[in-house]
């Protein structure tokens, strides 16, 4: 069974510190999507990474895939309150009639103003 | 843009009911998925079709039962509701198989069962 360990899995920090939340797992995966969730609201995905080391930036937001595409981070700089929210990484595992999202445990992110 | 829509937003049942849960996205994707989310467990995939007349299962498929008629719908069908099934369930869906493309989801349908 594959699965995804996300750290830490609540935080709560002032406006303007900065974050990093961590994703990792024993098994690789083709790649990783690392969704925001608000209250009452689905997952929304935020970036897709594919290649072992790769970093993406979105803004504030900078993703990180591990070399050995097992592992990912993502540091938020400088938080709003808008970001606050639940974070989830989701590892894409290949394989059957469709690949497949495994999701990580979550993240709970709260910017206090 | 209505995307994915899930009905109801809520529900309660007692032990042993029967209810469908729908959802329906106007997207013409093909592939869909059902998700459930408990707290501090991320989620789970239930069941997932790549195109209508086709499902399969997913991680915790017990208990559940799906149909895929048409390109837009995929009710997910809870048979005999146990406590076990309290959850938030959500359904996505996605133009192609998982990779490049995000999933869309609805905004989940929240069930209690006493």
């Known amino acids: 069974t594959q699965l995804l360990e996300q750290s830490p899995q609540f935080l709560s920090i002032q406006e303007g510190e900065n974050l990093t939340v961590y994703c990792n797992s024993s098994?690789?995966?083709?790649?990783l999507q690392w969704y925001r969730q608000e209250p009452g609201e689905g997952p929304v995905l935020l970036v897709t990474?594919?290649?072992?080391?790769e970093v993406k930036k979105l803004k504030r937001l900078t993703f990180q895939f591990g070399d050995a595409r097992k592992d990912s981070s993502l540091h938020i700089t400088a938080a709003q309150t808008g970001d606050t929210g639940l974070y989830l990484c989701?590892?894409?595992?290949?394989?059957?009639?469709?690949?497949?999202?495994?999701f990580g445990t979550g993240t709970l992110l709260a910017v206090q103003p | 843009n209505a995307g994915v829509t899930q009905t109801p937003k809520f529900r309660i049942l007692k032990i042993g009911q029967s209810m469908t849960l729908q959802c329906t996205q106007d997207?013409?994707?093909?592939?869909m998925y059902w998700y459930r989310q408990d707290p501090g467990m991320g989620l789970k995939l239930i069941y997932y079709?790549?195109?209508?007349?086709?499902?399969d299962k997913g991680e915790v498929p017990n208990g559940y039962n799906v149909s895929r008629s048409t390109t837009e719908d995929f009710p997910l069908r809870l048979e005999l509701a146990a406590p076990s099934q309290t959850s938030v369930y959500f359904c996505?869906?996605?133009?192609?198989?998982?990779?490049?493309?995000?999933?869309?989801f609805g905004d989940g349908t929240r069930l209690s069962i006493l």
């Open positions: 996505a869906s996605s133009q192609w198989t998982p990779g490049g493309q995000p999933q869309h």
């Open positions: 098994s690789v995966f083709s790649s």
């Open positions: 990474v594919v290649t072992g080391g």
């Open positions: 989701a590892g894409v595992s290949k394989g059957g009639a469709t690949n497949k999202l495994i």
């Open positions: 997207m013409n994707h093909n592939y």
């Open positions: 079709s790549v195109g209508a007349g086709i499902t």
